[in-house]
């Protein structure tokens, strides 16, 4: 049977973050992840195994910032 956070002494989190698809590379989000993972460990304490940190990719059209996409910003043609 396995023991529930309270019997682990731990804490968990869930953390979704977005970003614009192709902005980021695997070495700069596996980065970004493990910092983050680090910062709330040291802000919450010892953490379960079960804590996750997801990074969603949004296509450029898809995103928006004062009222423009990324893709229009950027010059982007989007079909």
């Known amino acids: 049977m ?17 970003i614009t698809a192709g902005s980021n ?7 970004y992840i493990a910092c983050v993972y680090q910062a709330i ?6 953490l379960a195994r079960a804590s996750y940190i997801v990074i969603d990719e ?3 059209d898809a995103r ?3 009222g423009q ?11």
């Open 2 to 18: 396995e023991k529930n956070l309270d019997e682990h002494s731990a804490s968990s989190f869930y953390l979704n973050i977005k």
């Open 25 to 31: 590379t695997q070495e700069e989000k596996a980065h």
């Open 41 to 46: 460990e040291e802000i919450i304490g010892p």
């Open 58 to 60: 949004v296509p450029g």
């Open 64 to 66: 928006g910032y004062q």
């Open 69 to 79: 996409t990324q893709a229009f910003r950027y010059g982007l043609k989007v079909i």
